[in-house]
C-alpha cells in the first residue's frame, strides 16, 4: 500500500499563496489517481482536486468549483510527488488537507473519498482575514 505525507500547511494572510506537497513511496506512482480533500471543523471531508493518468505523459487535473481558477493540482513522477499550489486564498479555504491515492484504473477522476486506497495524515492550512 502506498505511503503518503503532507507538507506545506501553514498560516497565511487572505489573498496569499501556499504550496503543498504529497511525497509518495511505492511503484507506480505514474499511474495513480492522486486527490487532495480538505476537512473543516465540524465539516465532512471534501474534494478539492484530483489528478488521474490518461494515456502516454497526459494527465487529467480535476477541481471543485471552490477552488476552480485558484488551485493548481501537478506531480512530478520522478519524485514520487504531488502538489496543490493554492493562490489567492480565503478564510474559507481553512482546513486540513489531506493527500490521497488511488490505485491505477480507468476513471477519468475520483472525488468521492472512500473510493481511494490510501491516505496521508494531514496538513493544516489557516487563512486569517
Known amino acids: 500500500q502506498v505511503q503518503l505525507v503532507e507538507s506545506g500547511g501553514g498560516l497565511v494572510q487572505a489573498g496569499g499563496s501556499l504550496r503543498l506537497s504529497c511525497a509518495a513511496s511505492?511503484?507506480?506512482?505514474?499511474?495513480?489517481?492522486m486527490g487532495w480533500f480538505r476537512q473543516a471543523p465540524g465539516k465532512e471531508r471534501e474534494f478539492v482536486a484530483a489528478h488521474s493518468w490518461i494515456a502516454g505523459t497526459t494527465y487529467y487535473a480535476d477541481y471543485a468549483d471552490s477552488v476552480k481558477g485558484r488551485f493548481a493540482i501537478s506531480r512530478d513522477n520522478a519524485k514520487s510527488t504531488l502538489y496543490l499550489q493554492m493562490n489567492s486564498l480565503k478564510p474559507e479555504d481553512t482546513a486540513v488537507y489531506y493527500c490521497a491515492a488511488r490505485k491505477p484504473n480507468t476513471r477519468r477522476t475520483i472525488r468521492v473519498p472512500n473510493e481511494y486506497d490510501g491516505w496521508g495524515q494531514g496538513t493544516q492550512v489557516t487563512v486569517s482575514t
Open positions: 511505492g511503484r507506480a506512482f505514474s499511474g495513480y489517481t
